[in-house]
């Protein structure tokens, strides 16, 4: 070890009278604190404006990742330009000795080769370390930027950075050591990181080498580490591709000194990296790699309610990808993007269940309605496989046709999109994908598919029908199927653990015994209920299951004998809202913060660890209706939508399409301090609480709110309270806590000036008095 210290001093000392060094050094100084910098003075500034306003109190999302990880951030700057520096340090290491002959005397003294490349790699390993530490004092900085700043993701991010440095260094060690021209070296580092950078996506297609590319490729495996996810599996490739570099490069040096045959040589490098790529496997294989999840809010770990469901699987769990050629998001499924769907998609639930088994299938076939028909009119699903595989590069032969997949599954009612089947135990379920906010399904939505296969009943929504209202298979502007059995929605019930059906109470009774049933939903009927309907209502009311009703103006004597037996009825008339964008009867109400307590989804469950109450969230609804309380003593009622001062209820017929409409209390118009347009309404019924929803207002369950893509989160919350919170299994992550500034822009300004100028002219000048200091010696 003496010896290996002795080259390590010596190299050192090369290093630091090196102006390529210093100059390096100073170019990457400048560049993280023109990063850092820049960003703490834009959220300075920001924040000083941001502060006039009455309602601001803190920033909605992380700045710890803002600053060094996101866009303009430090880490991802820096990263993405760190291949243009290490090899200009290395390029001359080894090439160095070998032009000036001095290797000579290092081969004829009693020196061992691989003490001379550890050494050397020694010297470059701290070198690296002095890099850090000029990073390490921007995140110190930051500490005392950025309130509650996240210390696991910097730790977690400097990780990364030196991993990556070390490797970059060992391929330019290696580099060095084959030729005698520095910029020859040089180039040929850039060359050997560009192919390991880029790898990863080459012949993905091909089985045999999808995962050897994959493992190989350097690109993506400090993207967990820099987002604060530690994990054995990608500290471990580190390891080992610097090993492998420096195994090749001490392989290269004592080839010099013997004389063997050219496939003697080549069985060693070829044995290296057999060993190499064998350690790899073991050490990549799930059952074997740890985790450390370094963030404040364990934002890279799934949630404990789903970690429950997954670790509960006590059998293998199947999971089969279906990819249609002619179908949505196809893609996403093809065998280039195998390792992306697993990496994204099932890594994080692999971590707590291994015994999961992936398979795939690979399929051609379109429903009558889709758009390839009206493209090419006259021709069949075979034209629009074969001339989809010719545009996009792929044998269509590896494509199973619709008869030979029809006969192994029938995916029509999945309209033949990408969808992925499960199978546990005999059982088998669909688990889907959307066509936005990303393509795979999020952690309820494996939650729920996985709860499909462990438990006999899951909760059934019954929407009750025979009197015109809204229907969960209508399509149009007035139905419901967005929010309840639309499959390619990822806020529909079907796809958060709910079956979703109908039932005319005119001539069915409630199956009580054969569903489990989450909530009854009256929605927006048309015409007035018959006595057999409302009495059947009353007597599940009675019962103590839950319940929904949902009302519009001019509805009021409809829903009413369903809703003053519980103590509360909609007031007839419309709400007004005068505003310069929006018809008249377009209102902006706001949830209460009974409403954020509903259920645990991410926007409710984020204002409350915020301190939310009323008017944290507000939502659009058009055409809406008040209640009035008739009776308190029934139920524990509290309102979960009102509205502002500005809104007034008007009696007489509204016309849209002319002047704004105007109070005129002799027509019967009134306006009050505020409307309740959504009641919660509670009882305790035996060892159950009774919970049931009534909303004067149906539109904003409709597909034409929610086929703007927003409202989704409202409808699901409110399901998830009336069955009890059970269904969807919510993951809700802990907002950040890292969203203020603790400096003003004047300060920032100063800190910019330091890390900017002041601080690499400083170590310019250190670098140039050690320099001068040498050259005179």
Same mark, same amino acid.
């Not at 170019?27 to 009455?54: A, D, H, N």
């Not at 051609?364 to 493209?375: E, F, L, Q, R, V």
């Not at 494509?399 to 309209?415: H, N």
């Given at each position: 070890?003496?010896?290996?210290? @002795?080259?390590?001093?010596?190299?050192?000392?090369?290093?630091?009278?090196?102006?390529?060094?210093?100059?390096?050094?100073?170019?990457?100084?400048?560049?993280?604190?023109?990063?850092?910098?820049?960003?703490?003075?834009?959220?300075?500034?920001?924040?000083?404006?941001?502060?006039?306003?009455?309602?601001?109190?803190?920033?909605?999302?992380?700045?710890?990742?803002?600053?060094?990880?996101?866009?303009?951030?430090?880490?991802?700057?820096?990263?993405?330009?760190?291949?243009?520096?290490?090899?200009?340090?290395?390029?001359?290491?080894?090439?160095?000795?070998?032009?000036?002959?001095?290797?000579?005397?290092?081969?004829?003294?009693?020196?061992?080769?691989?003490?001379?490349?550890?050494?050397?790699?020694?010297?470059?390993?701290?070198?690296?370390?002095?890099?850090?530490?000029?990073?390490?004092?921007?995140?110190?900085?930051?500490?005392?930027?950025?309130?509650?700043?996240?210390?696991?993701?910097?730790?977690?991010?400097?990780?990364?950075?030196?991993?990556?440095?070390?490797?970059?260094? #060992?391929?330019?060690?290696?580099?060095?050591?084959?030729?005698?021209?520095?910029?020859?070296?040089?180039?040929?580092?850039?060359?050997?990181?560009?192919?390991?950078?880029?790898?990863?996506?080459?012949?993905?297609?091909?089985?045999?080498?999808?995962?050897?590319?994959?493992?190989?490729?350097?690109?993506?495996?400090?993207?967990?580490?820099?987002?604060?996810?530690?994990?054995?599996?990608?500290?471990?490739?580190?390891?080992?591709?610097?090993?492998?570099?420096?195994?090749?490069?001490?392989?290269?040096?004592?080839?010099?000194?013997?004389?063997?045959?050219?496939?003697?040589?080549?069985?060693?490098?070829?044995?290296?990296?057999?060993? !190499?790529?064998?350690?790899?496997?073991?050490?990549?294989?799930?059952?074997?790699?740890?985790?450390?999840?370094?963030?404040?809010?364990?934002?890279?770990?799934?949630?404990?309610?789903?970690?429950?469901?997954?670790?509960?699987?006590?059998?293998?769990?199947?999971?089969?990808?279906?990819?249609?050629?002619?179908?949505?998001?196809?893609?996403?499924?093809?065998?280039?993007?195998?390792?992306?769907?697993?990496?994204?998609?099932?890594?994080?639930?692999?971590?707590?269940?291994?015994?999961?088994?992936?398979?795939?299938?690979?399929?051609?076939?379109?429903?009558?309605?889709?758009?390839?028909?009206?493209?090419?009119?006259?021709?069949?699903?075979?034209?629009?496989?074969?001339?989809?595989?010719?545009?996009?590069?792929?044998?269509?032969?590896?494509?199973?046709?619709?008869?030979?997949?029809?006969?192994?599954?029938?995916?029509?009612?999945?309209?033949?999109?990408?969808?992925?089947?499960?199978?546990?135990?005999?059982?088998?379920?669909?688990?889907?994908?959307?066509?936005?906010?990303?393509?795979?399904?999020?952690?309820?939505?494996?939650?729920?598919?996985?709860?499909?296969?462990?438990?006999?009943?899951?909760?059934?929504?019954?929407?009750?029908?025979?009197?015109?209202?809204?229907?969960?298979?209508?399509?149009? $502007?007035?139905?419901?199927?967005?929010?309840?059995?639309?499959?390619?929605?990822?806020?529909?019930?079907?796809?958060?653990?709910?079956?979703?059906?109908?039932?005319?109470?005119?001539?069915?009774?409630?199956?009580?015994?054969?569903?489990?049933?989450?909530?009854?939903?009256?929605?927006?009927?048309?015409? !007035?209920?018959?006595?057999?309907?409302?009495?059947?209502?009353? $007597?599940?009311?009675?019962?103590?299951?839950?319940?929904? #009703?949902?009302?519009?103006?001019?509805?009021?004597?409809?829903?009413?004998?369903?809703?003053?037996?519980?103590?509360?009825?909609?007031?007839?008339?419309?709400?007004?809202?005068?505003?310069?964008?929006?018809?008249?009867?377009?209102?902006?109400?706001?949830?209460?913060?009974? !409403?954020?307590?509903?259920?645990?989804?991410?926007?409710?469950?984020?204002?409350?660890?915020?301190?939310?109450?009323?008017?944290?969230?507000?939502?659009?609804?058009?055409?809406?209706?008040?209640?009035?309380?008739?009776?308190?003593?029934?139920?524990?009622?509290?309102?979960?939508?009102?509205?502002?001062?500005?809104?007034?209820?008007?009696?007489?017929?509204?016309?849209?399409?002319?002047?704004?409409?105007?109070?005129?209390?002799?027509?019967?118009? @009134?306006?009050?301090?505020?409307?309740?347009?959504?009641?919660?309404?509670?009882?305790?019924?035996?060892?159950? $609480?009774?919970?049931?929803?009534?909303?004067?207002?149906?539109?904003?369950?409709?597909?034409?709110?929610?086929?703007?893509?927003?409202?989704?989160?409202?409808?699901?919350?409110?399901?998830?309270?009336?069955?009890?919170?059970?269904?969807?299994?919510?993951?809700?992550?802990?907002?950040? $806590?890292?969203?203020?500034?603790?400096?003003?822009?004047?300060?920032?300004?100063?800190?910019?000036?330091?890390?900017?100028?002041?601080?690499?002219?400083?170590?310019?000048?250190?670098?140039?008095?050690?320099?001068? @200091?040498?050259?005179?010696?």
């Amino acid at each position: 070890m003496k010896t290996i210290f @002795r080259i390590t001093k010596a190299e050192l000392r090369n290093l630091f009278y090196s102006p390529v060094a210093w100059f390096l050094t100073v170019v990457f100084s400048i560049q993280c604190g023109y990063y850092f910098s820049g960003s703490i003075l834009r959220w300075t500034k920001q924040q000083e404006m941001m502060q006039k306003s009455p309602t601001f109190k803190e920033f909605d999302l992380s700045l710890t990742k803002d600053v060094f990880l996101w866009g303009g951030g430090v880490f991802s700057n820096i990263l993405e330009n760190l291949y243009l520096f290490i090899p200009l340090l290395t390029m001359g290491i080894l090439s160095r000795e070998v032009s000036s002959g001095s290797i000579k005397l290092l081969y004829s003294s009693p020196i061992k080769i691989r003490q001379i490349v550890l050494g050397k790699y020694l010297a470059i390993m701290i070198f690296n370390l002095f890099l850090v530490a000029i990073v390490g004092i921007l995140l110190i900085t930051s500490c005392f930027n950025i309130k509650s700043i996240d210390y696991g993701i910097l730790f977690s991010a400097c990780v990364a950075f030196y991993l990556l440095t070390n490797a970059y260094a #060992a391929v330019g060690l290696l580099m060095s050591s084959l030729t005698t021209y520095q910029i020859v070296s040089a180039i040929s580092t850039f060359v050997i990181v560009l192919i390991l950078s880029k790898i990863g996506g080459l012949w993905q297609n091909i089985d045999f080498v999808r995962d050897l590319t994959y493992f190989l490729s350097m690109s993506g495996r400090t993207g967990k580490m820099l987002y604060g996810l530690l994990t054995t599996k990608d500290i471990f490739y580190f390891v080992i591709v610097i090993s492998l570099f420096l195994m090749f490069t001490m392989l290269k040096l004592r080839s010099v000194r013997e004389t063997k045959p050219w496939y003697v040589k080549t069985a060693r490098y070829l044995g290296v990296l057999a060993v !190499a790529l064998m350690i790899g496997y073991i050490t990549s294989r799930q059952a074997l790699v740890g985790y450390w999840d370094t963030t404040n809010q364990k934002v890279n770990t799934i949630h404990p309610r789903v970690q429950k469901i997954i670790q509960s699987l006590d059998a293998p769990l199947e999971v089969t990808l279906y990819t249609n050629l002619i179908g949505d998001m196809y893609y996403n499924g093809l065998p280039e993007y195998r390792n992306r769907y697993l990496s994204e998609l099932w890594e994080k639930y692999l971590r707590f269940n291994n015994n999961i088994e992936f398979k795939y299938e690979y399929y051609y076939d379109a429903s009558p309605k889709a758009h390839w028909y009206k493209t090419f009119p006259g021709k069949d699903v075979e034209f629009f496989a074969k001339e989809q595989a010719k545009n996009i590069g792929v044998n269509v032969d590896m494509f199973k046709k619709p008869e030979e997949m029809r006969k192994i599954i029938d995916l029509a009612p999945e309209d033949y999109r990408l969808v992925m089947q499960l199978k546990y135990k005999g059982k088998t379920t669909f688990l889907r994908t959307y066509n936005y906010g990303g393509v795979w399904p999020e952690e309820e939505h494996v939650a729920a598919a996985v709860s499909r296969l462990l438990i006999d009943k899951m909760p059934t929504v019954l929407f009750t029908t025979g009197n015109l209202e809204r229907g969960i298979d209508i399509r149009g $502007e007035r139905g419901v199927s967005i929010g309840t059995t639309d499959k390619s929605d990822r806020t529909s019930l079907i796809n958060n653990g709910f079956d979703i059906d109908t039932i005319s109470l005119a001539t069915r009774d409630i199956p009580y015994d054969s569903l489990n049933i989450a909530a009854l939903v009256l929605a927006d009927p048309k015409t !007035a209920l018959n006595d057999t309907v409302k009495r059947k209502i009353q $007597e599940y009311i009675d019962r103590g299951k839950s319940f929904m #009703a949902l009302g519009e103006p001019k509805k009021a004597a409809i829903l009413n004998p369903v809703l003053q037996p519980l103590g509360i009825e909609l007031v007839e008339g419309t709400l007004i809202q005068i505003s310069r964008d929006n018809p008249p009867d377009i209102l902006q109400p706001f949830l209460t913060k009974t !409403a954020l307590n509903l259920a645990d989804e991410q926007v409710y469950y984020s204002a409350r660890q915020r301190g939310g109450g009323d008017g944290s969230i507000w939502m659009r609804m058009e055409t809406a209706i008040p209640f009035a309380r008739t009776d308190s003593a029934i139920f524990d009622i509290k309102p979960i939508v009102t509205t502002d001062t500005t809104v007034w209820l008007k009696k007489g017929v509204l016309v849209r399409d002319s002047v704004p409409p105007v109070l005129n209390p002799a027509e019967g118009d @009134r306006k009050d301090n505020y409307y309740a347009i959504g009641l919660s309404l509670t009882r305790q019924k035996g060892n159950t $609480e009774q919970r049931i929803l009534a909303l004067g207002d149906a539109d904003f369950m409709s597909n034409k709110t929610l086929g703007r893509g927003s409202g989704g989160f409202f409808v699901r919350g409110l399901f998830s309270w009336l069955d009890h919170n059970q269904f969807p299994i919510y993951g809700p992550k802990d907002p950040p $806590e890292d969203t203020l500034m603790l400096i003003g822009s004047t300060t920032a300004e100063i800190q910019k000036t330091f890390f900017v100028w002041i601080f690499p002219a400083t170590v310019l000048l250190i670098g140039t008095i050690i320099l001068i @200091r040498r050259k005179r010696k």
